[in-house]
């Protein structure tokens, strides 16, 4: 799920980048793609990867 998100983030960065958009400093493409990094990072390390049942 977590990955899913990563790349929606990467493709709004993307957009943001491409298409030249100036947003405020909070929304710019660079702080969105180190969003998108840290959802992919949280992904790779195992977080929100899925309902366990432990015994």
Sequence with gaps: MLGIVAAVLFFFAFLI?????????????????????????LQVAGVGGGWSRRR
């Design 17 to 41: 980048n491409a298409a030249e958009i100036s947003t405020n400093d909070v929304f710019s493409s660079t702080n969105v793609m180190l969003l998108g990094l840290l959802c992919l990072a």
